[in-house]
């Protein structure tokens, strides 16, 4: 199983990036997924996560600015990013809860993809 990261890039102070995120691989059921972040000399941190139905979660940084959805079909999860900060600026990963067989569960991280604000 993979998750393959696109979308990011350099952007100016209030400028605007969709992340997009794609699974692919044995997949039997694809759980909650979710985009972490890690600026430089700091921890990896949640963003934003969704369940299989489609119920959100959101650090308190970036509510009311991002927007997590997943297309289940699809196996992806995007991230939509406005009002961007030079404080947004980390390294995005995509995180995702698969069950490759029916029993186990297991963890998953994408390679990450940069984000660079510009103030």
């Known amino acids: 199983v993979q998750l393959v990261e696109s979308g990011g890039g350099l952007v100016r102070a209030r400028g605007s990036l969709k992340l997009s995120c794609a699974a692919s691989g044995s997949i039997f059921r694809i759980n909650d997924m979710g985009w972490y972040r890690q600026a430089p000399g700091k921890q990896r941190e949640l963003v934003a996560q969704i369940t299989s139905v489609g119920s959100t979660n959101y650090a308190d940084s970036v509510k009311g600015r991002f927007t997590i959805s997943r297309d289940n079909g699809k196996n992806t999860v995007d991230l939509q990013m406005i009002s961007l900060k030079p404080e947004d600026r980390a390294v995005y990963y995509c995180?995702?809860?698969?069950?490759?067989?029916?029993?186990?569960?297991?963890?998953?991280w994408g390679q990450g993809t940069q984000v660079t604000v510009t103030s």
């Open positions: 995180n995702a809860y698969i069950q490759v067989i029916r029993t186990y569960e297991f963890e998953y």
